[in-house]
């Protein structure tokens, strides 16, 4: 396997972004939040801060990140299992952290499944914690629901 790349997510990624999601075990998707287009309208206003990871050809991981001029975030972090531990995640998060920092941004929150045992040992491992804070969230468009990717998948 060779050394993935990391270079910022395009607009005509989404395709392959979208099929990575779908090979992550317990992944969320948002019926309208990451259709092509909200994702393409997110990058856009986002243009230097998402990112990929490339390797073998096909792209390995993916980071939608943004900001709203005070505070960063970080969505749907993920790398294909085969290429876990390999520091792809770790370097990802670097390069987000980087353009968010460049932007004056001082502070980057994300939001981890409690049953996302890998994503949440990721986390720790790399030196987040969680604050000391509740998480609300109000849904504005029903039609907008998360289907979680089947526990039958092999990731």
Not at 22 to 35: E, K, P, V, W, Y
Not at 92 to 114: D, H, P, Q, T, W
Request: net charge positive; hydrophobic share 40%; glycine share 10%.
């Amino acid at each position: 396997m060779a050394e993935a790349q990391i270079m910022p997510m395009r607009e005509e990624d989404y395709d392959a972004v979208r099929a990575l999601w779908m090979t992550i075990r317990g992944f969320g998707i948002r019926a309208l939040d990451d259709s092509r287009e909200d994702v393409v309208r997110f990058i856009r206003r986002n243009p230097t801060t998402s990112v990929v990871a490339r390797a073998d050809g096909r792209i390995v991981g993916a980071i939608l990140c943004g900001s709203d001029g005070r505070q960063g975030a970080l969505y749907h972090v993920c790398v294909a299992r085969e290429y876990r531990r390999r520091g792809i995640g770790t370097r990802m998060v670097g390069y987000c952290m980087e353009r968010l920092r460049e932007m004056g941004i001082n502070k980057v929150s994300l939001i981890a499944f409690v049953n996302n045992d890998a994503g949440n040992a990721f986390w720790n491992q790399i030196g987040w914690k969680r604050g000391n804070v509740n998480y609300y969230e109000f849904t504005l468009n029903q039609d907008n629901i998360t289907r979680f990717i089947g526990e039958d998948n092999e990731n």
